[in-house]
């Protein structure tokens, strides 16, 4: 087993030094939600470039702070900016936002993402609740990582979403109006755009959604005994299903065209909290 504590000791010696309470939730913003931290009162924001050993975030979207923040009384720590497989680093690094979560004492976190739309029911802009996740592609490097594990630990996995909190999710998107679309999440390295043949594959496997984060992160997080839950934000059509060609600033307009209805459902996931 890949031994974080001493890997990135350094990294969360900084933060705990910096860390003004100890937060109830915490929630990785995906490609294009970053803004969602400039609409709750932060407490304190952490440039994720001065935190020993954590690396630059390459992506637009991706700004590259921590911030400690409040929302309705409640405690709240935001990664704005999360790290990629296909920026070139190995999992220990993409999982450090998670481990670094866990080190603040949270124990629940939301995992949110930028996601292409496979379901042809689904439209840009949509908003889906991650029921599970298709990880091939992903497995050697997680076993690994995490190397041997228990029985206990092998079943955690198979416990996400956590229950209570998707309802409470669900919940949220009632009282907002909010329509959730529910869905599977395939995840994929990287670092080109799934071909249209991978896509008509995925069709056929009942895949709703594919991305290229989010899944590690989450096993991660189940592995440590935390409790998961995942929103993707369906910013374009999977490649093949779209008459316009894929590109990033794509996912970056479809996100600000949504913000408003993001922040809303994930304020109100906080009320409940």
Known sequence: MFNMNSTYRRASEYLLKLTPFQPELAIILGSGLGDFAESVKVHKSIPTIEIPDYPESTVHGHKGFIHF???????????????????????????????????????????????????????????????????????????????????EQKNSFLDFPSKWLSELIKEASVKTGIFLQHGSYWFGKGPSYETPAEIQMMLKFGIDAVGMSTAHEAVYAKFLGMDVAGISLITNLAAGLSPTKLSHQEVIDTANEAKLKFESLVKNIIKLI
């Open 69 to 151: 923040a409040e929302y309705e009384n409640k405690k709240i720590l935001l990664f704005q900016g999360r790290i990629h497989f296909y920026e070139g680093y190995d999992i220990s690094k993409c999982l450090l936002p998670v481990f670094l979560i866990h080190k603040t004492g949270c124990s629940k976190v939301i995992l949110t993402n930028a996601a292409g739309g496979v379901n042809p029911s689904f439209s840009p802009g949509d908003l889906m609740l991650i029921d599970s996740f298709y990880t091939f592609n992903i497995k050697k490097e997680l076993s690994a990582f995490l190397g041997k594990v228990s029985p």
